[in-house]
């Protein structure tokens, strides 16, 4: 028997009923894996695949950075002046609580 270049080279096989088929291939389309075997093998060995959604992560790293970079200037400008302002210590505490409320809003989001 010639090898093929694919290392899983073993076919199996097994039967289902075709309620069991459409079941599969729910589960299939629903775990956005683009390969049929791979999910199989995954799900087999793994016991479960997990799809995660991480656009709500991106958004919040990036208003993390807003906040980041406004208090980068804030630091700034007391370094520069020797002095802190009311204004800064308030925006200080503005960001502090946007921070909070992306954190919180990430734990809600989580299983």
């Known amino acids: 028997m010639e090898k093929s270049n694919n290392t899983n080279y073993i076919s199996m096989n097994?039967?289902?009923t075709e309620d069991e088929r459409d079941f599969i291939n729910k589960k299939y389309r629903?775990?956005?894996v683009k390969n049929r075997s791979v999910?199989?093998?995954k799900l087999v060995m793994q016991g479960y695949i997990l799809n995660i959604d991480y656009s709500a992560f991106r958004d919040i790293n990036a208003n993390i950075g807003r906040i980041a970079g406004t208090l980068n200037q804030i630091g700034k400008r007391v370094n520069t002046t020797n002095n802190i302002y009311k204004e800064d210590v308030e925006e200080i505490k503005?960001?502090?609580e946007e921070v909070w409320l992306l954190l919180k809003?990430?734990?809600?989001?989580?299983?």
């Open 30 to 32: 629903l775990s956005k």
């Open 105 to 111: 809003s990430i734990q809600s989001k989580l299983p």
């Open 39 to 41: 999910f199989l093998r």
């Open 94 to 96: 503005k960001k502090q």
């Open 14 to 16: 097994f039967r289902v």
